[in-house]
DNA sequence: CTGACTGCAAAGGGTTTGCAGTGCT
DNA sequence: AGCACTGCAAACCCTTTGCAGTCAG
């Protein structure tokens, strides 16, 4: 599912054409044009904001190839996907601090608890994005029947 | 958006019914139902999964309710939403190991890097769910902006 | 050339909303 | 008794899918 992020300094259109080639789809210029999209932002957009961004270099490019490429784009494991994956809203009582183990393949969330990991310290950095309430650790991996798939 | 989330010796349903009153909201069989089964679970329940365990015991809930009650739950504090919230799927280019910081209010999310985060050693039980890629540390909080605004 | 890919439009699934009746306070 | 709350059904939004034409290899 995510074989590797490649790195980071080659430009992101050479990247892509390789990484296309070496997995036999094709490189078109609406991909091309997808992934430089995607590489150059920092923000974390949505489909609709890489949509709406594309479409100003390539007028004709459709909602729906945007939607195929991005997953293919996490396929072929050059990008990934914020949060849990495309399901639905999950709720969680929050009664006790605990961290997540999620899978990457299946979406499956399992908690664990780790006093250890509650009082992890903070980098300054982090004051000049607002007031954290808390901190959780996500451990992203494969859960082990999707492991177990994938053998 | 999460003033507390209460000591999690009391009750389910008493718990609820203290956090209404204190709130002003109706206390009602069906938000008593919805708030006890998701504090009853260590998964992590979507509206759905919490509508089918519901129904067994109020056969006359509607689907609806269910997603105005878990809503309510969590402006009361009482219950939290997994990943990001109602939005849409985000997307990463990810080209470096990176941390989150996400703002509960709005959902912004903005990444900061630290060698140190990227270093936690990870608990043993761990290996028990599966074979772990990376590890994320995610910072919920408020941003700047959404600080400002409640105040 | 040929099959993979795109754009279009319509379907799909999860979530939300307007309304009239119900029941908590 | 009054107003918040519920259930119903329709609306909504984001995302996916089927199809015919197009283009990369």
């Given at each position: 599912m995510t074989p590797e992020l490649g790195p980071?300094?080659?430009p992101p259109r050479a990247r892509f054409t390789r990484a296309a080639r070496r997995a036999g789809v094709k490189v078109t210029p609406q991909r091309l044009e997808i992934f430089a999209e995607v590489a150059s932002r920092t923000d974390h957009p949505d489909a609709e904001g890489v949509f709406r961004a594309v479409r100003e270099r390539?007028?004709?490019?459709s909602l729906d190839t945007v939607y195929r490429t991005l997953w293919l784009l996490t396929d072929l494991g050059l990008i990934t996907t914020l949060g849990?994956?495309?399901e639905s809203v999950r709720f969680d009582a929050g009664t006790s601090l605990h961290h997540h183990y999620v899978c990457?393949?299946?979406g499956l969330t399992q908690d664990f608890e780790s006093p250890a990991l509650d009082a992890i310290p903070l980098p300054e950095s982090v004051a000049a994005f607002g007031v954290p309430a808390r901190t959780q650790v996500e451990v992203l991996g494969l859960c082990a029947a999707c492991h177990a798939e994938s053998a």
């Open positions: 980071a300094s080659e390539l007028p004709a490019v849990t994956r495309r990457t393949a299946c």
